[in-house]
């Protein structure tokens, strides 16, 4: 892939509903969640900014060792869209972005990678969908910066993507992972797929 893509991984949410720091909560294997999920996502595209909250200490060693360029979002409490603002904002000048959550571990590569081709073949927004599920990452061309750049609250891109569903280009894939996010400790124990 030619163009410069730019992997966004947002990992400034609170957690509340696990009770824990998730994102440092270890998968079977021992890996840290949102470490799976910048793994998963930099396998795919190698350049990646994770977002953070303020005073995340651990979690920002852990992201930066692992290879991302870490921001701390100062208004991340304000919401998702505030986090994506930031890390948009990060990334310069790049021809787009992927888009991707740190609480959804289970997100193959080559999914991911197949939101990155699309995009390279001229898709102006990308998404993998699974049995008609659209899931993320979610890939957005440089066209779209000044909205993304000027995102508030907590919908993330949602309103984003409503308004311009007729250029969200949707890719078929056999991977429940793009649709398994983890909220719970619940959620790591369901089986999926």
Excluded at 30 to 41: E, K, S, T, V
Excluded at 155 to 177: F, H, K, Y
């Amino acid at each position: 892939m030619s163009k410069d893509y730019c992997g966004v991984l947002l990992a400034a949410g609170a957690a509340r509903r696990f009770g824990s720091n998730k994102l440092l909560h270890p998968l079977d294997g021992g890996m840290p969640l949102a470490l799976a999920a910048l793994a998963n996502l930099r396998s795919a595209v190698p350049r990646v900014i994770a977002v953070v909250r303020p005073r995340q200490t651990q979690l920002v060693q852990r992201l930066n060792a692992a290879g991302a360029t870490v921001i701390e979002c100062a208004h991340a409490e304000d919401g998702m869209g505030e986090s994506l603002a930031c890390g948009v904002k990060a990334a310069g000048d790049a021809a787009g972005w992927i888009v991707a959550l740190a609480d959804m571990p289970f997100i193959r590569p080559d999914s991911i990678a197949k939101v990155a081709a699309a995009l390279a073949a001229g898709a102006a927004i990308a998404a993998p969908a699974y049995q008609g599920r659209r899931g993320h990452p979610v890939g957005l061309d440089h066209a779209y910066r000044r909205q993304l750049e000027a995102l508030r609250g907590d919908a993330g891109a949602r309103a984003l993507l409503e308004q311009n569903r007729d250029s969200v280009t949707l890719i078929d894939v056999d991977d429940p992972g793009v649709c398994r996010d983890i909220d719970t400790p619940d959620d790591l124990r369901q089986n999926y797929g």
